[in-house]
């Protein structure tokens, strides 16, 4: 019986350079950012999305990072409704890591069912895309590569709402590296190559972890300059943005989705040609002064120059106020 779930393997199938079988590609798709385990935000952007891809034989969302894998009771319900809702629309969805997830749970998984393609299965139609899982639509080769630093390391506990796992380890990074060239990267992280400013961070924020978060921006970038995509598409910022870097391969367009709660976290994109499919200006419109930060504050280094997002399933009533304005 096939698997309704493995998108139909082409004519095309079969390992092809070192990648996955490649899939019967979808023409268009819905990207989104960051949704940290928020079932009503995930239930909302769900049930648009019949309307959204109207006339998709087979409708697929791709999700950039803190998902929202999580440990509690909370999570596991909230894996239940978003798994059930994406039978209901008839779509799935493909996540990759971010720095809040329940990493060991993400293991567990792994060890247990996966599509012929490589793709560890969640729930029916909820897939995580590990480190460095690659894929083919429409001739361009597409790699997964989750993985980010907590800003607010030290207020969270190990092991409740923390894992060591949240980083791409020296293994990971090379293996990656070693996969070749990639058209496109589906990171959490940003690479440390595009320029961001903020604020100051707060207080509590340990300068370890704004170093640590210097360092990993800047393997991610390694990564980068190693497989030279000429399209990277990232969370983690809570921004929506979208420009071109020159990082010496080339130009590359890099974009950037807004955290959920805000209607500039997800976007439908036609993979066929790589185009966006988004009213003019879409990208340019930034809030500026006090901005709602969704229980999740700016990052930032002390240089001023970070790319993080901190901050997970916290009451709503602790949601910080901050100031900052992009570079």
Same mark, same amino acid.
């Given at each position: 019986?096939?698997?309704?779930?493995?998108?139909?393997?082409?004519?095309?199938?079969?390992?092809?350079?070192?990648?996955?079988?490649?899939?019967?590609?979808?023409?268009?798709?819905?990207?989104?950012?960051?949704?940290?385990?928020?079932?009503?935000?995930?239930?909302? !952007?769900?049930?648009?999305?019949?309307?959204?891809?109207?006339?998709?034989?087979?409708?697929?969302?791709?999700?950039?990072?803190?998902?929202?894998?999580?440990?509690?009771?909370?999570?596991?319900?909230?894996?239940?409704?978003?798994?059930?809702?994406?039978?209901?629309?008839?779509?799935?969805?493909?996540?990759?890591?971010?720095?809040?997830?329940?990493?060991?749970?993400?293991?567990?998984?792994?060890?247990?069912?996966?599509?012929?393609?490589?793709?560890?299965?969640?729930?029916?139609?909820?897939?995580?895309?590990?480190?460095?899982?690659?894929?083919?639509?429409?001739?361009?080769?597409?790699?997964?590569?989750?993985?980010?630093?907590?800003?607010?390391?030290?207020?969270?506990?190990?092991?409740?709402?923390?894992?060591?796992?949240?980083?791409?380890?020296?293994?990971?990074?090379?293996?990656?590296?070693?996969?070749?060239?990639?058209?496109?990267?589906?990171?959490?992280?940003?690479?440390?190559?595009?320029?961001?400013?903020?604020?100051?961070?707060?207080?509590?924020?340990?300068?370890?972890?704004?170093?640590?978060?210097?360092?990993?921006?800047?393997?991610?970038?390694?990564?980068?300059?190693? !497989?030279?995509?000429?399209?990277?598409?990232?969370?983690?910022?809570?921004?929506?943005?979208?420009?071109?870097?020159?990082?010496?391969?080339?130009?590359?367009?890099?974009?950037?989705?807004?955290?959920?709660?805000?209607?500039?976290?997800?976007? !439908?994109?036609?993979?066929?040609?790589?185009?966006?499919?988004?009213?003019?200006?879409?990208?340019?419109?930034?809030?500026?002064?006090?901005?709602?930060?969704?229980?999740?504050?700016?990052?930032?280094?002390?240089?001023?120059?970070?790319?993080?997002?901190?901050?997970?399933?916290?009451?709503?009533?602790?949601?910080?106020?901050?100031?900052?304005?992009?570079?």
């Amino acid at each position: 019986m096939p698997n309704r779930y493995n998108f139909g393997m082409s004519a095309e199938s079969g390992p092809v350079d070192g990648l996955a079988p490649r899939l019967a590609a979808p023409r268009r798709i819905l990207v989104a950012g960051d949704w940290h385990g928020n079932e009503d935000w995930a239930v909302s !952007v769900l049930r648009g999305v019949p309307g959204m891809l109207a006339g998709e034989p087979r409708r697929l969302i791709l999700q950039l990072g803190d998902f929202g894998v999580w440990p509690d009771r909370a999570g596991q319900h909230y894996l239940a409704r978003v798994a059930a809702l994406l039978a209901e629309v008839d779509a799935e969805l493909w996540f990759i890591d971010g720095n809040h997830e329940d990493f060991p749970q993400l293991a567990r998984l792994a060890r247990g069912d996966r599509t012929p393609d490589g793709r560890v299965v969640v729930r029916p139609g909820l897939f995580h895309l590990p480190r460095g899982y690659r894929w083919t639509w429409h001739g361009l080769r597409w790699l997964g590569c989750g993985g980010a630093v907590s800003l607010d390391r030290a207020q969270r506990t190990e092991g409740v709402d923390w894992w060591p796992a949240e980083e791409i380890t020296d293994a990971q990074e090379a293996a990656v590296i070693a996969g070749g060239h990639a058209d496109v990267l589906v990171s959490h992280d940003c690479p440390s190559g595009v320029a961001h400013t903020f604020g100051r961070p707060p207080p509590e924020w340990d300068p370890a972890d704004l170093a640590r978060n210097d360092a990993h921006r800047r393997r991610l970038q390694r990564i980068v300059d190693a !497989v030279q995509p000429s399209r990277i598409m990232h969370g983690h910022l809570h921004r929506a943005y979208q420009r071109s870097c020159d990082f010496g391969y080339g130009p590359v367009q890099v974009t950037g989705l807004d955290a959920d709660n805000r209607l500039r976290n997800f976007a !439908v994109l036609d993979v066929a040609d790589m185009r966006w499919e988004l009213r003019e200006g879409w990208f340019g419109r930034f809030r500026r002064g006090l901005a709602m930060l969704c229980n999740r504050r700016p990052p930032t280094t002390n240089s001023g120059h970070l790319v993080a997002g901190s901050g997970v399933r916290k009451p709503p009533q602790d949601t910080p106020r901050h100031t900052w304005q992009i570079a």
